[in-house]
């Protein structure tokens, strides 16, 4: 059993951070570290 968290988003990476929208673990290829939030977040932010 593996307790390393897997990226919510790619799923290939370990995930690092946690989006501060939506909670979600992320690596950090799938996070954006100025807005602090997953790529998901990310893009779909507007403003
Ligand atoms: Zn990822
Ligand atoms: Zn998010």
């Known amino acids: 059993m593996e307790r390393i968290k897997m990226c919510a988003i ?3 990476k ?3 951070y ?3 929208k939506c ?3 992320v ?3 799938c996070f ?3 807005k602090m939030l997953c790529i998901s ?3 779909g ?3």
Do not use: M, N, P, Y
């Open 14 to 16: 370990i995930a690092k």
């Open 18 to 20: 946690t989006c501060t």
């Open 41 to 43: 977040c990310a893009s």
């Open 27 to 29: 690596c950090e290829d």
């Open 32 to 34: 954006d570290k100025r």
């Open 45 to 47: 932010l507007k403003a």
């Open 23 to 25: 909670g979600a673990l």
């Open 10 to 12: 790619c799923g290939i």
